[in-house]
Each structure stands twice: as C-alpha cells, then as structure tokens.
C-alpha cells in the first residue's frame, strides 16, 4: 500500500484505514464452501461501513465496494503463518 500511495503522491493522513478481517485456521483444519459462506455472512461490505459510519445512503466510491474479502491466516504445527485473501465470490485481479 505503501508502495501505491507514493505513485499517488498521498500521504498516509490523506486515505481512510481500511478493515481488514482476519481468520484463523489451523492447517489441518479442513475448510468447505459452506464454511466459507457462514464466514462472510458475518462480515459486512465495505460500502456497508461506509454507510454506517457516515450516513450517507447510497453514495457509492466505486463497484468494488461491493467486494467482501477476509484474510485467512493459517498456522502450521511450526509455528508458520501463511496469509490468503479470500473474496466472496468472482473478483477481477487487481493491476500492479
């Protein structure tokens, strides 16, 4: 992020902070797609929070607000941690 806000000539100050949930998971754990959809029907869209937080119903950054994603952080027996961005659904690959 870091790296974008620089080609953007931003500072830190001018971005909102994003939320960002993370999940555990053991590497033994065995994950389904069941499992995956009770875990983002707890999670709210980002647009959602915005909405919540400002109050203004309707207004939208852009599509992507839509998008909800969690990163998944699964631990093994020692003690390595490997992180994944999971989307709710099909999401177009960003550009670097």
């Known amino acids: 992020m870091q790296l974008q806000l620089i080609k953007a000539r931003l500072r830190e100050e001018d971005v909102d902070p994003e939320r960002i949930y993370?999940?555990?998971s053991v590497l033994r754990e065995k994950w389904s797609l069941k499992t995956f959809s009770d875990?983002?029907?707890?999670?709210p869209t980002?647009?959602?929070e915005k909405t919540r937080e400002s109050g203004e119903e309707g207004k939208r950054k852009w599509i992507g607000d839509d998008v909800k994603r969690v990163l998944l952080?699964?631990?093994d027996e020692d003690s390595t941690?490997?992180?994944y961005v999971v989307h709710d659904?099909?999401?177009k690959p960003r550009q670097n």
């Open 22 to 24: 993370i999940v555990p």
């Open 39 to 43: 875990v983002f029907a707890g999670v």
């Open 46 to 48: 980002p647009w959602e």
């Open 73 to 75: 952080a699964t631990v």
């Open 81 to 83: 941690v490997v992180y």
């Open 89 to 91: 659904g099909i999401v």
